[in-house]
């Protein structure tokens, strides 16, 4: 009988220290990410979130057997080697069982054999959800997990959550920047059919230059004919400092320099051909170079600051003034 009763307690030893170094393990991966990743039908990524919303129930429940065998083993130890012997034996359990299990072969089997039960264990802590809910009454303290960033989707839904930390325009100027180079010149500009184009014959007057500069158009493309045939760009508010005595064509008054770029261009290629073209308005044509939009340095910087500047853009000189705006 004594020698059943120790192979037992012995058993129940072994049994405690598997149960007691069990470490579930952590995705390095957040449960943003996993989640997008499972509502593109990604079985991994499923299998993961699941497992990862179980791992507090899983600490709960390995909490509780913990304490269910130390109770019994110290039972079994006071029954088998009478009180005082018993005690001492439970006391000195109690205190090295952590210790004894966080060697390296009792981990390892501890983990082989938890990877082999875990889908019972997860059907277990399905089932029994009220039994959890009273087990784990005192809230799970995992250790700290240091995940790393897995998507600029990721990055973004982190950013537009930090609103105690980063206040709206911080927030918009970051995600912004977060999308502005996978963002397209044809995401931005102005459509063809809302382009405000004359021809270059057309005359211009102090009279015919105000109303034009009422209206909002500060910089023009000049045509030969139709909008596919671009000649010049004519910058209103320069030729409103002008002392202009008596009508000139468009073709006399604009700039012949025009500046081309393709619609499918990224906007981090158009701000860079800004920069150094020191030019503030692009023609953007398709790959039939036919014109389809037009985009401003104002289109890229309110693209960029996610908000209209409070300055117009077009009416600078000087680049260096664009780069400074703050």
């Known amino acids: 009988m004594f020698v059943t009763l120790s192979i037992a307690y012995i058993f129940g030893i072994t049994f405690l220290l598997l149960v007691a170094a069990i470490r579930p393990s952590r995705s390095q991966i957040s449960w943003f990410e996993l989640d997008r990743r499972a509502a593109e039908c990604d079985r991994e990524a499923r299998l993961r979130l699941r497992q990862e919303r179980q791992v507090s129930d899983v600490l709960a429940l390995q909490r509780t057997v913990v304490a269910i065998l130390l109770v019994l083993l ?69 250790a700290l997990v240091n995940y790393d960033l897995s998507s600029r989707a990721e990055l973004q839904h982190i950013i537009a959550a930090s609103m105690g930390v980063l206040n709206h325009d911080e927030q918009s100027l970051i995600i912004n920047s977060l999308s502005f180079g996978n963002r397209t010149v044809r995401s931005i500009m102005t459509s063809r059919d809302m382009i405000k184009s004359l021809d270059h014959n057309e005359f211009l007057g102090p009279l015919a230059l105000d109303e034009l500069h009422k209206a909002g158009h500060n910089i023009l493309p000049v045509t030969a004919g139709d909008i596919d045939h671009i000649v010049g760009i004519l910058n209103i508010k320069n030729l409103l400092s002008l002392d202009i005595k008596r009508s000139m064509t468009a073709e006399k008054a ?5 500046y081309y770029i393709r619609e499918d261009h990224s906007l981090r290629q158009a701000l860079t051909a800004f920069l150094h073209t020191h030019h503030h308005l692009f023609v953007v044509v398709n790959k039939s170079y036919q014109t389809v939009g037009l985009l401003t340095m104002g289109d890229i910087i309110r693209a960029l600051l996610g908000r209209q500047p409070n300055d117009d853009f077009d009416a600078y000189d000087d680049v260096k003034a664009v780069a400074q705006y703050k």
């Open 74 to 142: 110290t039972l079994l130890a006071i029954y088998s080697f009478d009180w005082p012997i018993g005690i001492a034996l439970s006391v000195l359990l109690a205190l090295v069982y952590g210790s004894l299990a966080r060697l390296w072969f009792v981990k390892t089997w501890s983990q082989v054999l938890y990877k082999r039960f875990s889908r019972s264990i997860s059907r277990f802590i399905k089932k029994h959800s009220t039994v959890m809910r009273l087990i784990k009454s005192q809230p799970t303290v995992d």
């Open 254 to 258: 604009m700039d012949h320099r025009v």
